[in-house]
């Protein structure tokens, strides 16, 4: 079963606006954690953003914030005001007591001047 | 260096030879993961170390694949008599100590090709 979902389509956002990339995620655990990354197309993955399972507050972090709704089970990525440089692959992850991520298939955004 | 290094970066090797994938952890990181990442996907898990110890091998895809970390500190990947199926991003990450809370910071990944 699939742990992580991110189904949106491609993604065309004007510069300077915000988006928002959706995230599910699916784990019966109690304490666990939720990451985000970003992959350019130079193929690095970079890390942006943590939420965890416990924490009250939704995580910011610069331009970056998390929406954090537990009942929902989701975990969805803002990016406010988008720059050219944020033109990338966008991926959410989720980590059990296992320590192993498990990611999703990831969300494309072009930013447009 | 401050970050994750992986070596070498691109590897082209020929159906049936057998390929060792180096991963230099952040300087003090207790714990080192490999993931592989097909194309148009996201990373995988493979399997991870605490300091030399492999705690959980059971995303490793067959007994073809295999991973040391003998001083707890730089790990090799090695794939045996490798396969085209075998061509994707080989990744690998560090974090600090390891627990649920803990980020992990990836390399530039190792791109594998086998023809």
């Known amino acids: 079963a699939q742990k992580i979902t991110q189904t949106q389509p491609g993604m065309f956002v004007q510069e300077k606006e915000a988006v928002t990339l959706d995230c599910t995620y699916d784990?019966?655990?109690?304490?666990?954690?939720l990451f985000w990354y970003k992959q350019p197309s130079s193929g690095e993955m970079i890390f942006l953003i943590y939420?965890?399972?416990?924490?009250?507050q939704n995580a910011t972090e610069g331009r970056y914030s998390l929406n954090f709704q537990k009942a929902r089970k989701s975990a969805n990525l803002v990016i406010s005001a988008s720059q050219l440089g944020d033109s990338a692959m966008y991926f959410c992850a989720m980590r059990e007591g296992n320590n192993r991520l498990a990611f999703g298939k990831g969300n494309q955004v072009v930013v447009i001047p | 260096g401050a970050g994750v290094s992986q070596s070498p970066r691109y590897k082209v090797t020929k159906r049936g030879q057998d390929v060792a994938l180096r991963c230099d952890p952040i300087s003090g990181h207790v714990s080192l993961y490999w993931y592989r990442q097909a194309l148009g996907q996201g990373p995988e898990f493979l399997t991870y170390f605490n300091y030399e110890a492999q705690q959980d091998k059971s995303g490793l895809p067959n007994d073809r694949f295999s991973a040391e970390r003998p001083e707890g500190s730089i790990s090799t990947l090695t794939i045996q008599r490798t396969e085209q199926r075998d061509s994707a991003m080989y990744r690998c990450?560090?974090?600090?100590?390891?627990?649920?809370?803990?980020?992990?910071?990836f390399g530039p990944g190792t791109r594998l090709t086998v023809l």
């Open positions: 784990t019966s655990d109690q304490s666990y954690g």
């Open positions: 939420q965890g399972s416990y924490d009250e």
């Open positions: 990450a560090s974090s600090l100590v390891g627990t649920s809370t803990d980020t992990q910071y």
